[in-house]
Nanobody
């Protein structure tokens, strides 16, 4: 499976962005799609995940009120809607395939190349 993340850019604090992750290759109906983010010098951290089959979602506790993950099984695309963005949301955002219910980096793979989100104050 190949993942291609896009939609990053520069936005002012309080603004919104929607990231996309296009999926190609073999299907994975039993797995989940996750978003992680990483800033320089820090470990990649979990943001949100969604069950590809059932659409169930879960989030990092600190982000669940502002971020929404969704998927389009026809377009084979996963989205991350980010609202009320803050400067601390600045990071490279990655999508990956993994085990539903997990927030662990090691339970996800097939990482896309990442898309940079920069939030200015």
């Amino acid at each position: 499976v190949q993942l291609q993340a896009s939609g990053g850019g520069l936005v002012q604090a309080g603004g919104s962005l929607r990231l996309s992750c296009a999926v190609s290759g073999r299907t994975f109906s039993s797995r989940a799609m996750g978003w992680f983010r990483q800033t320089p010098g820090k470990e990649r951290e979990f943001v949100a995940a969604i069950s590809w089959r059932g659409g169930g979602t879960y989030y990092a506790d600190s982000l669940k009120d502002r971020f929404t993950i969704s998927r389009d099984t026809v377009k084979n695309t996963v989205y991350l809607q980010m609202n009320n963005l803050k400067p601390e949301d600045t990071a490279v955002y990655y999508c990956a395939v993994g085990a539903y219910g997990s927030r662990r980096l090691g339970d996800f793979g097939s990482w896309g190349q990442g898309t940079l989100v920069t939030v200015s104050s």
